[in-house]
């Protein structure tokens, strides 16, 4: 994996909301075409960094953030357009959320926000992505119904649908099975085995045991600070670097 | 197809500033009219007024030839006597009605209550000055063999009824904001409604109901249409439900045609339209502070 | 509270039976309960008495005729045409004035602003124009449209006068029909990288159009009844214009309108048949009642298409 690029690269990242700190000095890589896992109890700063890295930290009131994130070398303060940079991210959430417009509208929507209007193209990519997202049998004949009619595992697939739908260069996922029965859990991981060679996977998850099905490094975050980042041969070996990971891993605690 | 991107991320910052620009626009027009009322009136106020003939002179003559006096004493009274009877009615009824609509009523009923309030709030001031002016003006001279029926009690009612749905809206807005767990903790001690009310309800409630009533006040102070035709055209202190009174705002309308523009007459109209803008900005002001106090609990 | 030396012998049940107390606390709800409904009917039942007599003695002159035909007689016959015609230019230009500023104000308001010192000043400055008595909405027209921006008595400066006046409404309902969007669907939005804007645009103002329109539209009613600021600011005693002519009113020319035509032949005319006023009044009360009704109703319908 060292000889791949770097595609994100944070350096003494540091947020706070308010008196609050979230994240307390982090510095890790995430490699090209790597699926990285972040796993850590709750409060330990994970969605808030995804936050950082796309910039939507920023319609959080009060959140500061110091530090250096680069993404493809460029950061992200710098970028020229901050849409832009979301658009190379795909973003998925805990709760599914389904946009209370047709499923169709729902992957075009992003298409259509950044430009494309054309009838053919919107239909080529609508099919794409909720094919991409496991999605496509159950909906085709249905596109035109309501985003937010669908059960709670289908309006997962239709975020992942819509994440995919422009073009991501790097796919984050916030504990995307929380609300999601297994079976759809499972058919999003085999999504996910499927986009890792065209993309970089954030994977934040609180299932240990899926980090270390899907994941090849795995990140292991703890009250805002990272307490070691390595292979998945060592992070669920039976000493990793620090303690604290092995008790993690284990169920000690957490 | 690339022109209409183009076009979205041109336009955008110009939407954006016209979106800031329209959320300033309150601050501006409460400004703006508390300047330019106050601007009619300005030369009177800075060179000839009298602040203390102004205040407590019952003495309104502005149309004397011979000997004018600017006292507005007699159309506060009036103000005040008309606003105080109407809130004697309607706190109590409203209060009522808000506490029945809220608590006591099936959830069918309470809507088609609702619906109801909302359609009196709906009628005009105008019509409820004709209402005032005939059906109310003959049943007072019928029932109290009163030589006119264009007085104060004429005024109150028709206020009461048109101040009620602000009292009755907003009191049961309060109420239902404290929340459910009081009413479930209190009913299972043993608690029956009314107690539930009277005990627990009113008193967490009290804030947002004391701003439903000063609202309702601020509504019958700046009430205009339906005073100038319900109260008569005695410019005097009452001395009974049954005189006929001007308010503050009646006396601006009736006035304001036929006053010269610019006259000295007309610059005091507009200065009572500055006193009236203060009075009903620093009650409505306090309702706000009130309600805004409850939301910091 | 009965003592457990006084209990029944071998019946646990009689716990749960009454006391006097119980019946007490029962009597007394039942008078509380009814004393509520007493004062609410005795509200509503005067104002449904009222209605009907107004409809009744305003009968003799209810007809379509009524409606389109001009007052004659120096007003103490005839119809009600040109106020009709004034009020209806003076509600849509106000509102076509105040709606877009409105839904804008709302939309920063909602949107946009942040929890600062000048949002606290905004939203205070919406509480106080809404509680402007509106006999100080009239000096203001006249002092600014009127005199100030040399408009006249018109109906552009009437209808300004009105826009002040109905926009406050506008947004308060509009920042609440926006604030039921939930922020789960902006934040979507965003993180595929849409503007603030084109969220606004595309899902959070077609999703709040049922609150919105239901504020215009009440607004509407409101501006139809006003009659103070109109008074001084373009409305006036009579005007001739040719019966059934839609563009009769010009922007700069003053108009009749309905409330204020009430207030005239009721108060300014001697010997005015009754009927007439009456008339006047549920031509008004009637408009009112009407696109009211229809708000609520739109409002129903549209809750039940509920998207989410």
Redesign the interface.
């Known amino acids: 994996m060292a000889h791949l690029g770097k595609k994100i690269e944070i350096s003494n990242l540091k947020v706070t909301y308010g008196q609050k700190v979230a994240i307390n000095r982090i510095s890790l890589d995430v490699y090209e075409n790597e699926i990285l896992a972040i796993i850590g109890p709750a409060q330990s700063g994970k969605t808030t960094l995804l936050k950082v890295i796309n910039r939507t930290i920023e319609f959080t009131p009060g959140a500061k953030v110091e530090g250096k994130v680069k993404v493809d070398g460029e950061n992200v303060m710098d970028v020229k357009s901050v849409y832009q940079l979301r658009r190379k991210i795909g973003m998925v959430f805990p709760l599914p959320v389904g946009l209370p417009l047709s499923i169709y509208e729902n992957v075009a929507f992003a298409p259509r926000t950044a430009g494309v209007h054309q009838r053919d193209h919107l239909d080529e990519i609508v099919e794409r992505c909720l094919r991409q997202a496991a999605l496509w049998d159950e909906v085709k004949d249905r596109l035109d119904n309501l985003g937010t009619k669908l059960s709670g595992g289908q309006q997962q697939r239709l975020t992942i649908a819509r994440a995919l739908s422009h073009n991501p260069e790097i796919l984050c996922l916030d504990e995307f099975s929380i609300a999601v029965d297994p079976v759809t859990t499972m058919r999003i991981e085999d999504v996910l085995k499927d986009l890792r060679s065209d993309m970089t996977i954030i994977l934040v998850t609180n299932l240990v045991q899926q980090a270390r099905r899907l994941a090849d490094r795995t990140a292991f975050l703890l009250n805002g600070e990272l307490i070691e980042i390595d292979s998945n041969e060592v992070i669920f070996s039976r000493s990793p670097a620090n303690k604290m990971t092995y008790d993690y891993v284990m169920g000690n605690f957490g | 197809m690339i022109n209409r991107q183009r076009l979205e991320t041109f336009a955008e910052p110009f939407i954006e500033w016209m979106i800031r620009l329209c959320g300033i626009s309150a601050i501006i027009f409460v400004f703006g009219i508390f300047f330019f009322v106050f601007r009619e009136g300005a030369d009177f106020f800075f060179h000839k007024l009298d602040l203390v003939e102004f205040f407590t002179s019952p003495e309104w003559y502005p149309t004397s030839v011979s000997h004018k006096r600017y006292g507005v004493l007699a159309l506060i009274a009036g103000t005040a006597s008309v606003t105080l009877l109407a809130m004697a009615i309607a706190v109590p009824f409203g209060l009522g009605a808000a506490i029945f609509v809220s608590e006591f009523c099936s959830p069918k009923l309470k809507e088609a209550f609702k619906i109801i309030i909302e359609l009196l709030a709906a009628i005009p001031s105008v019509v409820w000055g004709f209402i005032g002016l005939t059906i109310m003006n003959e049943l007072i001279i019928d029932l109290f063999k009163a030589p006119i029926g264009l007085t104060v009690l004429n005024g109150g009612i028709i206020l009461a009824l048109m101040s009620v749905p602000i009292i009755v809206s907003i009191g049961e807005d309060a109420l239902k904001a404290v929340p459910d767990s009081y009413r479930e903790a209190a009913e299972a001690l043993g608690a029956t409604r009314w107690q539930v009310v009277y005990r627990v309800l009113l008193p967490a409630a009290k804030n947002g109901l004391l701003a439903a009533v000063l609202l309702g006040v601020a509504r019958a102070i700046g009430e205009t249409m339906a005073v100038l035709m319900a109260t008569g055209h005695a410019v005097k202190i009452p001395h009974s439900l049954l005189d006929s009174v001007r308010t503050l705002t009646a006396t601006i309308a009736a006035e304001l045609g036929e006053a010269p523009v610019h006259s000295e007459h007309y610059q005091v109209l507009f200065l009572i339209g500055v006193l009236l803008f203060s009075i009903t900005f620093v009650v409505n002001l306090t309702a706000d502070l009130i309600v805004k106090g409850i939301r910091q609990e | 509270m009965i003592s457990l030396s006084e209990r029944p012998a071998g019946a646990n049940s009689n716990l749960f039976l009454e006391t006097p107390f119980d019946r007490k606390?029962?009597r007394?709800?039942s008078v509380?309960?009814g004393?509520?409904?007493l004062?609410?009917l005795?509200?509503?039942i005067?104002?449904i008495l009222?209605i009907v007599?107004?409809f009744y003695k305003a009968f003799p002159v209810l007809s379509l005729d009524f409606l389109f035909t001009n007052p004659t007689n120096g007003m103490r016959a005839g119809g009600i045409w040109a106020a009709f015609l004034g009020t209806i230019y003076l509600v849509m230009i106000s509102l076509l004035v105040s709606a877009?500023?409105?839904v804008?104000?709302a939309?920063?308001?909602n949107e946009?602003?942040?929890?600062n010192w000048?949002t606290r000043?905004?939203n205070?400055?919406?509480?106080?124009?809404?509680?402007?008595?509106?006999?100080?909405?009239?000096?203001?027209g006249?002092?600014?449209f009127v005199?100030?921006a040399g408009m006249g008595r018109s109906i552009l400066a009437a209808s300004l006068t009105l826009a002040?006046m109905t926009?406050?409404v506008i947004?308060a309902a509009t920042k609440e029909a926006l604030g039921a969007v939930p922020m789960?669907?902006r934040?979507?939005?965003?993180?595929?990288?849409?503007?603030?804007?084109?969220t606004i645009r595309?899902?959070v103002l077609p999703?709040s159009i049922s609150g919105i329109l239901t504020g215009i539209i009440?607004q509407v009613?409101?501006a139809?009844?006003?009659?103070?600021p109109i008074?001084?600011t373009g409305a006036v005693f009579y005007k001739a214009i040719s019966e059934g002519d839609v563009f009769a009113y010009g922007l700069f020319d003053q108009c009749m309108a309905l409330?204020m035509h009430?207030?005239t032949i009721?108060?300014q005319v001697p010997g005015v048949p009754e009927a007439l006023?009456?008339g006047t009044?549920v031509v008004?009360?009637g408009t009112?009642?009407v696109v009211?009704?229809f708000s609520?109703v739109l409002r129903i319908y549209l809750r039940l298409r509920k998207?989410?």
């Open positions: 606390k029962r007394t709800q509380a309960k004393l509520f409904l004062m609410t005795l509200m509503v005067p104002l009222i007599y107004l877009p500023i409105g804008l104000a939309v920063y308001l946009y602003a942040k929890e000048l000043i905004i205070l400055a919406v509480v106080n124009l809404a509680g402007v008595p509106s006999i100080v909405h009239a000096l203001f006249v002092g600014a005199l100030f002040i926009l406050p947004i789960a669907f934040e979507a939005c965003w993180n595929v990288g849409a503007t603030r804007w084109q595309r899902i999703n009440l009613s409101r139809a009844g006003e009659t103070a008074m001084f409330s009430l207030f009721s108060t006023p009456y009044a008004l009360l009112v009642l009211n009704t609520i998207k989410w």
